[in-house]
Structures are given as C-alpha cells and as structure tokens.
C-alpha cells in the first residue's frame, strides 16, 4: 500500500471542489480531518532514554503505548542469605527465551509504573535505560505531517471543502455557499466511513469477523444453529 503525505490532499481539494485555502489553514483542517477518521499508519518502534526529574519525554510519532520497562531480568529473590539469587535469574532467563517466541511485541526485562500525559511518561524515580516499545505514526520526513492513503486522501480533500466553504460562506452570509459546503459534507461522511475500512484484512481479521457473525447468527436462530465454518 502506497502512502503519501497529507499535503497532497491540498490539490485534490482544489481540482474537484475548487478550494484553495492557505497552507495554515490547510493544515489545521487537513490534521482535523486526519483524527476524525481515525485510521493512523503506525510501526512498531523500540526506544531507549534516561529520566530527567522522574520524566521521560516520548518521541513526537509515539501515538500508543506497549510496554515500558527496564532491560535487567526480573527475578524474585526466593532466599534471605544473600541479596542476589543465582538460581531465580537463571530460571527467570529461561522462561523469558520461551515468552520471546510466543508474543512479537513482547520485550524481556522488568516492567515499570508509571503514568502518561502530554507526551511524556511519569515514574516514581530516576532511572536509566528505560526501554519503551510503542506504535510510533508514519510521518514525512521533511514536514513531519501523517502519510495517509488514497482513501484517506479523497476524505481529506472533502472535509477540507467542506470545512472552507461553510466558514466562507458564514463570513459573507452567502446562503449559496452553505447549501454548498453542506452537499460536500455529505461527501465528506460517505468517504469518511470508506477510508476507515482497511484496505487489507488478514486472516486474523477475517477470523474475528465470522467469530462475530457466528455469535449473532446464534443469537437470532437459537442455541440450536450450527456453523459450518
């Protein structure tokens, strides 16, 4: 699936609706329109940083977090003769090379508290070599904007319409101008409601949609409906 950055939705706007807003003003509508639809391109990303005063700033893409932890094995101490239990951190190591080919996402290491706000994560002390594992956004490297889809693009393009031509046409009491912008944001929700549906589903999403039609199915016809899946 090919992305493109979000600009390119700007002379879309412009050939089918006739729009040309500035680029401020562009932008704004154009990232409105982007979390409205919800459908962010993510990746899975590593990343490793020092607190400063209890805080861990987060890099700008991370949009969801997986896990936050330290890169040290967390083994319990099972004896009180010494402050470090050999056979916990070898048993420990073994059960963490078994969990690493069960789950991708998962990191071996010792898991951390702490609490999100404002792009940066808050601990209850200093600590080194914090390792955050997040879905980090897909962005431009030279604007920083989102890459979105073809899909994505034409939502895009109708919302910026639609937003532009309404204010325009409330600033000038054109009422022209409004039935306009309110024929587009028909559009706008129709092509919405397209670009949130994935261009892909794998067999993972197909599985968990016939799980739901089975449930329904047997919910309409009775404990009695068998599938033939």
Known sequence: ??????????????????????????????????????????????????????????????DLIESVHLPMVDAQITTSVSDFDHDAVYFERYIESDKKLKDPYYQAGKYLRYDQGNGELFFDRDYKNVMVVYHGVLLDDESGLPLINEKEMRAIAA?????????????????????????????????CNAARIPDHLSQNDMDAILDVKVRWDRKMYGKSFKSIR
């Open 159 to 191: 919302y910026v319409a639609y937003a532009s031509l309404y204010r325009e046409g409330l600033l000038k009491r054109d009422s022209g101008l409004v039935q306009l912008a309110n024929t587009i944001k028909a559009d706008w929700l129709q092509l």
């Open 1 to 62: 699936m090919q992305l493109h950055n979000i600009k390119s939705a700007y002379g879309l706007a412009e050939s089918l609706y006739g729009v040309t807003p500035t680029e401020a003003q562009f932008e704004d509508l154009a990232l409105n329109a982007w979390e409205l639809i919800g459908t962010k391109h993510t990746r899975l990303h590593r990343y490793v940083g020092d607190t400063i005063n209890k805080v861990l700033q987060l890099p700008c893409n991370a």
